[in-house]
């Protein structure tokens, strides 16, 4: 079991910047994914990056390519997702997720309870 805790959220103005992190407990990060979905009012729930924690390996949704990275840090057993040039459309609740197996943009087992991203125009 992984419980995954969420921090970093908040308000920013267009064009800022924010750090998210998500830290997990019960048991490291290896062998798993983690993805960080994002759910806006009104809309369905998307993925917005992932990486695996074992390689490295990332994705990102297009919207955000070159704006947002996601990386890990190994000895805090904690993800992070820097997001730059924030856009009014970056605005929603983001939510951090793992998952053991395969893929980085589906199938996700665990989640955390979701923070709040607003951006103000």
Known sequence: QVQLVESG???VQ???SLR???AASGRTFGGYAVGWFRQAPGKQREVVAAIRWSTGSTYYKDSVKGRFTISREVAENTVHLQMNNLKPEDAAVYYCAA???MGLTSGYDY???????TVSS
């Open 9 to 11: 959220g908040g308000l």
């Open 14 to 16: 267009a064009g800022g």
């Open 20 to 22: 998210l992190s998500c």
């Open 99 to 101: 998952k053991y197996g």
């Open 111 to 117: 989640w955390g309870q979701g923070i709040q991203v």
